[in-house]
């Protein structure tokens, strides 16, 4: 709250995530009939393909060559305005390269913490009794959040353009990678890896190569982003709510780490739905220390047969959400039991029941159960509710 707020000229949009092959193809399949429908038939789209970085995305503003504006994306919207730091990051330039840029120019990109310098950053924090950072993305996004600009200058931080939000007067570019190109000679930094595929089968080579090099790298990605390279094609694609039809994100397959259940509890949502939860050892998945993971509902906990004391394989789905993968036997205490869902709701004691047709256990109680009434207040005033 203490930083300013920007709203963005255009909207900063997130991606649709792609996990499989068939996921891929069926993303490459509505293009191509969406394409049908206006009379461009292609059966080999062209995509820009580059890594997907894990940092944080930013967009700067240009006025006549000169940077006077950086902020955050925050909910695509509205962002937080981070001019003073962004200005520290020293392959950012302060002003565009030549003499041929528009009057305004808005460029969008990712903000990094390279592995080297996230490791030299810790090292020093540790010796001088400072906070360390569990991650290079966390490293990235809590110096850019620095209200002195002068910690943000120490930390090792780079940036990566991907793309262009307000143009004035408008480029003339045909392609996507003609924009990359474009703002690399105005001396923007632009990821070494990206490159143009065309059709399904050159993605999933991509793809694959990049996820061959991932450990290598002196960045942290998540998986690879395809965008069709044909800005007219881009046009005729359009958007879906806060994202583009045109491209997608293909992720990785997630992290996993063991580790101890060291008690399971469950918890009651928003429309009375009884939620078991493991309480885990502490563990560091994908670079992020996880203590929580869902286990869905009854029928799951059966089918993993889940107990407390189990030591378990634990990963972030769709890198985000921790679950509980699978149970491994040969470590389970001998004196363990099988865990049973509660016949009364926690929180207001009233019995709970099952919907015919659901796995998921239900509170009957509505509002007067005070974990439902507080989950549906939180609901109303949401950013997707009345905000």
């Not at 490459?28 to 995305?57: F, H, M, W």
């Not at 005729?236 to 060291?262: C, D, N, Q, S, Y």
């Not at 309480?279 to 407390?308: C, F, Q, W, Y």
Request: glycine letters at 8%; charged letters at 25%; a positive charge.
């Amino acid at each position: 709250d203490k930083f300013s707020q920007v709203i963005h000229a255009l909207p900063m949009l997130s991606l649709g995530n792609v996990f499989s092959e068939n996921e891929l193809l069926d993303f490459n399949q509505r293009i191509i009939k969406t394409l049908e429908k206006s009379n461009i038939n292609n059966s080999q789209v062209a995509y820009c393909a580059e890594p997907k970085l894990d940092g944080l995305a930013v967009s700067i503003r240009y006025e006549q060559g000169q940077l006077v504006q950086a902020a955050t994306r925050g909910d695509g919207s509205t962002g937080e305005d981070i001019t003073a730091n962004i200005k520290t990051i020293q392959s950012i330039p302060l002003a565009l390269r030549g003499k041929e840029f528009p009057e305004v120019l808005e460029v969008r990109g990712e903000v990094v913490m390279p592995r080297d310098g996230f490791k030299r950053y810790n090292q020093w924090a540790l010796e001088h009794n400072e906070k360390v950072f569990a991650n290079p993305r966390n490293g990235a996004a809590g110096s850019l959040r620095q209200l002195d600009s002068r910690k943000t200058a120490r930390r090792p931080l780079a940036f990566y353009a991907y793309s262009v939000g307000l143009v004035e007067p408008g480029h003339q570019h045909q392609r996507h990678s003609d924009v990359l190109a474009w703002l690399k000679g105005l001396g923007l930094p632009v990821n070494h890896l990206t490159e143009v595929v065309c059709g399904v089968i050159e993605c999933q080579k991509y793809y694959q190569k990049v996820g061959q090099l991932r450990d290598d790298l002196n960045f942290d990605i998540d998986g690879v982003v395809y965008k069709v390279d044909d800005l007219n094609m881009q046009e005729i694609l359009g958007f879906v709510t806060k994202a583009p039809r045109w491209a997608t994100a293909h992720k990785f397959p997630a992290e996993e780490a063991t580790t101890l259940i060291e008690n399971i509890e469950v918890q009651v949502g928003r429309t009375g739905s009884i939620t078991p939860v493991a309480r885990l050892k502490p563990v560091s998945v994908g670079g992020v220390t996880v203590t929580n993971a869902t286990l869905h509902n009854e029928d799951e906990i059966r089918r993993k047969d889940v107990r407390t004391g189990d030591t378990v394989f634990v990963r972030r789905a769709g890198d985000v959400i921790p679950e509980v993968v699978k149970v491994v036997a040969s470590k389970r205490p001998n004196n363990s039991k099988p865990f049973q869902m509660p016949r009364q709701c926690p929180v207001c004691q009233s019995e709970l029941h099952k919907i015919a047709g659901e796995a998921v256990l239900r509170c009957p109680a509505g509002l007067t159960c005070d974990a439902q009434l507080k989950e549906s207040i939180k609901h109303f005033a949401s950013r997707k509710g009345m905000d």
